[in-house]
């Protein structure tokens, strides 16, 4: 059963960068494919970034030039590097890993691509 642990939320002011982590365990599927979600306060949660097993990423438009994804070598990281924080980043923020990296390459920021889920980090930038 793949667990997924977020860490490196928190507050800071807009125009700031943090670094948020993700660690995998019983990750085992022969692809990698992960992504990072955003749910802020009555909103829907969407898609902000996406790593494939061959170093390939998607961006949400909204975080495009601001946001990097990455992953450590032994793939059992993954990486959000934050900059530029805008107050409208403030969200819980949601790590996930797909299965079937398939479905995760042809749909990389759709939480129906993806299958085991984080328990969140919250992000809070004021202004």
């Known amino acids: 059963q793949v667990r997924l642990v977020e860490s490196g939320g928190g507050s800071v002011q807009a125009g700031g960068s943090l670094r948020l982590s993700c660690a995998a365990s019983?990750?085992?599927?022969?692809?990698?494919?992960m992504g990072w979600f955003r749910e802020a306060a009555g909103k829907e949660r969407e898609g902000v970034a996406a790593?494939?097993?061959?170093?390939?990423?998607n961006y949400a438009d909204s975080v495009k030039g601001r946001f990097t994804i990455s992953r450590d070598s032994a793939k059992s990281t993954v990486f959000l590097q934050m900059n530029s924080l805008k107050p409208e980043d403030t969200a819980k923020y949601y790590c996930?890993?797909?299965?079937?990296?398939?479905?995760?390459?042809?749909?990389?920021?759709?939480?129906?691509?993806?299958?085991?889920w984080g328990q969140g980090t919250q992000v809070t930038v004021s202004s």
């Open positions: 790593i494939h097993s061959d170093g390939a990423t």
């Open positions: 996930a890993a797909g299965l079937r990296c398939w479905v995760t390459r042809a749909n990389p920021l759709k939480q129906l691509a993806y299958n085991a």
């Open positions: 019983g990750y085992t599927n022969s692809g990698f494919c």
